[in-house]
């Protein structure tokens, strides 16, 4: 059996974060590199094999700043409700407002980020709709765990990635500029830049056993 080296691998699984403040928008990142990242996404798992998964790689300024238009255009109405609703539940949180400063500067600097991976789909989740497989939530558990897989390899090679999708909203006008069909679904907006600084440390979450429910659902106000 082949052993890991598991100190390592739960480094990466466990410090790979949405990176906005820290990406380095000066330094070019080699399209091998993105190459790379992608092959390795490509042997995630998949329904039935069909490896739908496409990958539209934006590194040109003109075709990024269409993708950074559309994602501000959606931004500033979603944020300001954000803001509202954050702020009259916890409004000492010294961490939904690092989220938020952190959000508002990938918003800015978006089309100077080095590359935006648009991650793509054949077909949409309506076409499992009507089939005996897992409905909309098969069709998103096929090509999800692809660009995971491109965000783990991204963080292993000493690149930021973060999971963007507020230009969805304006999917078709970015789509008409990529050349995207209408009968490809965008999934995301991933930007992919080398990071500064020296590493990334895990985050705060819930412990695993008040997440974890043996065998029957238990409400446990959290």
């Known amino acids: ?13 466990s410090t790979t974060r949405a990176v906005r403040k820290r990406l380095n928008l000066e330094k070019p990142v080699p399209r091998e590199l993105i190459l790379d990242c992608v092959r390795l996404s490509t042997q995630a798992p998949a329904g039935g094999n069909y ?21 501000r255009e959606a931004y500033a109405p979603y944020i300001e409700q954000q803001k509202g609703a954050v702020e009259s539940k916890v409004p000492e949180s010294s961490t939904i407002g690092k989220i938020i ?14 590359v935006l991976a648009i991650p ?13 497989g897992g409905g909309r939530q098969g069709w998103w558990g096929s ?22 999708t507020l230009h969805l909203r304006y999917a078709n006008r970015v789509g008409e500029q990529l050349g ?11 930007p992919t830049a080398y990071y ?5 440390r ?3 979450r819930k412990p695993a056993e008040s997440v974890t429910y043996w065998n029957h659902w238990k409400d446990t106000g959290i």
């Open 1 to 13: 059996m082949t052993q890991f080296d598991l100190k390592q691998i739960d480094h990466l699984l």
């Open 51 to 71: 490896q739908k998964w496409r990958w539209v790689i934006v590194d040109d300024p003109s075709k990024k700043r269409v993708i950074a238009e559309a994602y």
């Open 101 to 114: 400063s952190s959000s508002d500067y990938l918003a800015e600097i978006l089309e100077r980020v080095p």
């Open 120 to 132: 793509c789909s054949l077909g949409s989740p309506e076409d499992m709709e009507a089939g005996l």
């Open 143 to 164: 090509v999800l765990p692809a660009v995971w897989s491109y965000m783990l390899a991204a963080r292993s090679r000493g690149l930021g990635t973060a999971w963007t």
């Open 180 to 190: 995207i069909p209408e009968t490809v679904t965008q999934l995301a907006c991933i």
């Open 196 to 200: 500064t600084g020296d590493d990334f």
């Open 202 to 204: 895990p985050g705060t």
